[in-house]
């Protein structure tokens, strides 16, 4: 058996032409949709995690398809409530923490300063004295500053 060409073959450029209005098309396609392609993205991802989980239903416990598929997705929404309420407390703590060990640090700044300026610090031959500076005055200043937060 013979096989005939019906067209000819295409040349260099008319290929060329032909992947550069693909790409265009392509481009243009996805600039339009935008907007709908990272929900259609997300789509998959829900559904690629709750596949499995639908068919585990169906089969063991002879769910039709709709129930065993709206059990998954209210068991992934009480899931998610469920870390965004844990990552919520955990954030709290955090901050409650923080406002803490700052607290802590501007009540012992002014001791901080004190011994720092009656500290004489040597570096090489250089002799680093902090007495010469007036570092209770910038640590009230400093107190004074951050007392309206």
């Not at 259609?40 to 068919?55: F, G, N, S």
């Not at 004190?114 to 005055?137: E, K, N």
Request: charged share 10%; glycine share 4%.
């Amino acid at each position: 058996m013979t096989h005939q060409h019906d067209s000819p073959n295409w040349g260099t450029a008319t290929k060329a032409l032909i992947a550069f209005a693909v790409m265009v098309i392509t481009a243009g396609i996805i600039l339009r949709f935008s907007q709908i392609i990272p929900l259609l993205i997300l789509a998959i991802i829900l559904t690629l995690i709750i596949l499995p989980v639908v068919q585990f239903m169906v089969l063991r416990f002879r769910f039709p398809w709709s129930v065993a598929s709206s059990i998954a997705m209210l068991l992934l929404v009480a899931a998610i409530v469920g870390a965004s309420t844990a990552t919520g407390v955990v954030v709290v703590q955090q901050l409650q923490g923080l406002f803490m060990i700052v607290q802590r640090f501007l009540s012992d700044l002014p001791n901080e300063l004190a011994r720092l300026s009656a500290t004489t610090y040597m570096l090489g031959p250089w002799v680093i004295d902090l007495s010469q500076f007036d570092l209770q005055s910038l640590g009230e200043q400093l107190l004074a500053m951050v007392q309206p937060l």
